[in-house]
């Protein structure tokens, strides 16, 4: 005699995300299968926006860099042009344009420093409340 009866089996299953890696597809699929509420929901919104922010100064560092990297190209190439222009009579005027150029380059590079420094310390400060943000956030949910 063979008799049959039902087995269920259950497995539990678990996901981990870390918080400071969220992206908003991600943050719209828990919405979409109601694993987050709207204030959880706005909580996460928040801190892909302080990414987001963040990304945008070290885009603005990056960019402060390369035209500081470019300046001082062009000032080592006028640098050249003025050692080899002085062994030349008609040159003075020439030389006197290089000058006014490395003079107003050398000015774009202090601008450049206060910029540096002033992105630098807002990029720090993002990180910061970002990092302070993802280890005050609280959520917990049986599914």
């Not at 890696?21 to 919405?31: T, W």
Request: charged share 35%; proline share 2%.
């Amino acid at each position: 005699m063979t008799v049959e009866f039902p087995v269920t089996e259950n497995r539990a299953l678990m996901n981990s995300y870390q918080i400071s890696a969220l992206m908003p597809r991600e943050i719209d699929l828990f919405v979409s299968q109601n694993y987050i509420d709207a204030t959880t929901r706005a909580e996460l919104d928040k801190l892909i926006a302080l990414k987001a922010r963040i990304a945008e100064s070290n885009l603005r560092l990056t960019a402060l860099k390369k035209e500081m990297q470019e300046i001082s190209d062009d000032q080592k190439c006028l640098r050249e042009n003025i050692d080899k222009l002085k062994s030349t009579p008609e040159a003075k005027q020439l030389i006197t344009r290089y000058i006014a150029k490395a003079d107003a380059q050398e000015t774009r590079l202090e601008q450049i420093a206060k910029e540096t420094k002033a992105a630098e310390a807002e990029q720090e400060r993002l990180q910061t409340e970002l990092a302070k943000s993802v280890k005050e956030f609280k959520f917990e949910r049986k599914l």
